[in-house]
């Protein structure tokens, strides 16, 4: 009932992709040029695993779970949120950036001193913006070590 080229292509048994010469309801008069073209289609319409025809599956998650697509999109849409430290009249300077330096990742030595005498000065000083989860986090670490800190979102202010 189905044939085969030189690919190896199974043809449809439907006279519209396999007309006979001569057949008036071929697509083509005559040699048609676009044979291979259409026998190609026809076998990948035919075939179960894969084809032209097939849609993309949307990955499925269960019911309070998130995909990790969603999860990384979440991330970076949330809006940043500052970590600010506050000056206090009972730690040391050296105590202080030995805290920044341990509680924040990738905090140097100049950074911390920076950010330490900017809230000796000012009142307050912002040491990292990231995201809520992270700033919470390092809030935490910072008041744990005896530091008084506190969140603000960044997108208000200057």
């Avoid at 259409?38 to 319409?45: H, I």
């Amino acid at each position: 009932m189905e044939t085969a080229i030189c690919g190896r292509l199974p043809l449809s048994p439907n006279p519209v992709f396999n007309p006979k010469p001569g057949d008036k309801q071929s697509l083509c008069r005559g040699p048609c040029p676009n044979r291979g073209i259409l026998m190609a289609v026809s076998a990948a319409a035919l075939g179960k695993g894969g084809g032209v025809l097939d849609r993309p599956v949307k990955e499925r998650t269960t019911p309070g779970r998130e995909s990790e697509f969603d999860l990384r999109k979440r991330r970076k849409t949330a809006p940043p949120f500052r970590v600010i430290l506050h000056n206090d009249n009972y730690n040391k300077r050296e105590y202080v950036v030995q805290v920044l330096m341990k509680v924040i990742p990738g905090m140097t030595l100049d950074n911390a001193v920076n950010i330490m005498q900017e809230a000796h000065y000012n009142g307050l000083s912002v040491v990292i913006i990231c995201s809520q989860a992270d700033a919470e986090e390092h809030c935490m670490q910072l008041r744990g070590n005896g530091l008084l800190s506190s969140i603000e979102p960044a997108s208000g202010g200057c």
